[in-house]
């Protein structure tokens, strides 16, 4: 079946410039995560979804960072005024449950 | 506060050899889950295993086996008989039950020489 899809895969920007990044859970997934994971390191939590609502946006980085989930499905993660250091793979999971997420490819963000 | 602390960065052994990841954690919650993933070289996260706060039972699947510790706040990862196969990046997670939001260690890079 269907896994999480996320897209693009490879977005190459200028420093300034805004961004979106989509991902497609799998359907019928509740939960909603994005994660950001920086050349060789762990994964950093940015927000989750639990249907259209987002309950913690703690881990946005900034104010730059916004992102929205529509019909308990697609989310887009928008990050405004990139700056070199956003580039990062941005990783999004979905989750039937509370427990087990199932990941997508990601998004590896290079900005200029 | 939540955290997860995987100390060991990075661990080279030689194939067929037997392999423990650490994994450390730290919450105030009584009911928890705790998840190993793999990151292999092409970069998806694959999941390993769930084990709840109430279950310290031990598990073994295959050539992998994790030991949970609750007395230590370990939730220890092995891999038996080591292969190429098994070189990735493996993560532990923590998520209380209160909430959604799941805590993952720094990672551990697991390189399996041939």
């Known amino acids: 079946g269907a896994g999480v899809s996320q897209s693009p895969s490879n977005k190459v920007t200028e420093k300034g410039k805004d961004v979106e990044l989509r991902c497609d859970p799998i359907s019928g997934h509740t939960a909603l995560y994005w994660y950001r994971q920086s050349l060789g390191q762990g994964l950093e939590f940015l927000i989750y979804f639990q249907g259209n609502s987002a309950p913690d946006k703690s881990g946005l980085p900034s104010d730059r960072f916004s992102a929205e989930r529509t019909g308990g499905s697609v989310s887009t993660l928008t990050i405004q005024r990139t700056q070199q250091e956003d580039s990062a793979v941005y990783l999004c999971?979905?989750?039937?449950?509370?427990?087990?997420?199932?990941f997508g490819p990601g998004t590896r963000l290079t900005v200029l | 506060a939540q955290k997860v602390t995987q100390a060991q960065t990075e661990i080279s052994v030689v194939e067929k050899e037997d392999v423990t990841l650490d994994c450390v954690y730290e919450t105030r919650d009584t009911t928890y889950y705790l998840f190993w993933y793999k990151q292999p070289p092409s970069g998806e996260l694959v999941f390993l295993i769930r084990r709840n706060s109430f279950d310290e039972q031990n598990e073994i699947s295959g050539r992998y086996s994790w030991n949970f510790q609750k007395s230590t706040s370990s939730f220890n990862f092995t891999i038996t008989a080591s292969q190429v196969v098994d070189s990735a990046v493996y993560f532990c997670a923590l998520r209380m039950n209160r909430d959604d939001k799941i805590i993952f260690g720094k990672g551990t890079r697991l390189h399996i020489l041939p």
């Open positions: 999971a979905s989750s039937p449950t509370v427990n087990e997420q199932f």
